[in-house]
């Protein structure tokens, strides 16, 4: 069974740090491209990352650039969203997707388009 489950969302203060995990399941992540989306109350779901499955090149959404780091870990068939310098804007739910496919296509991009497998998603909340 194809599934991907995060962790890691909670609560914390502004400037603040959380690492997001996303773990694969019923496939080898290190072969496909894998997003990073994050949906706020009341707003469309959007793109934050998209890391290629061919060469591990990693796309960022203008607005996390500089504060979110994508890494993957193939062996244990993990992708992490580390971010930092969090902000009261960041706070949404965070999903992880793949369309199954190598190369990161538009609808990894806002407006995100219909990705083969998603996460349940993990809330990331931040607020004094």
């Known amino acids: 069974q194809v599934q991907l489950v995060e962790s890691g969302g909670g609560l914390v203060q502004p400037g603040g740090s959380l690492r997001l995990s996303c773990a694969a399941s019923g496939f080898t992540l290190g072969f496909y491209a894998i997003g990073w989306f994050r949906q706020a109350p009341g707003k469309e779901r959007e793109g934050v990352t998209c890391?290629?499955?061919?060469?591990?090149?990693?796309y960022y959404e203008d607005s996390v650039k500089g504060r979110f780091t994508v890494s993957r870990d193939n062996a244990k068939g993990t992708v992490y969203l580390q971010m930092n310098s969090l902000k009261p804007e960041d706070t949404a739910v965070y999903y992880c997707?793949?369309?199954?496919?190598?190369?990161?296509?538009?609808?990894?991009?806002?407006?995100?388009?219909?990705?083969?497998?998603w996460g349940q998603g993990t809330l990331v909340t931040v607020s004094t």
């Open positions: 890391t290629s499955g061919s060469d591990s090149s990693t």
């Open positions: 997707a793949t369309d199954l496919g190598r190369i990161c296509g538009s609808h990894y991009y806002t407006p995100v388009g219909n990705l083969e497998v």
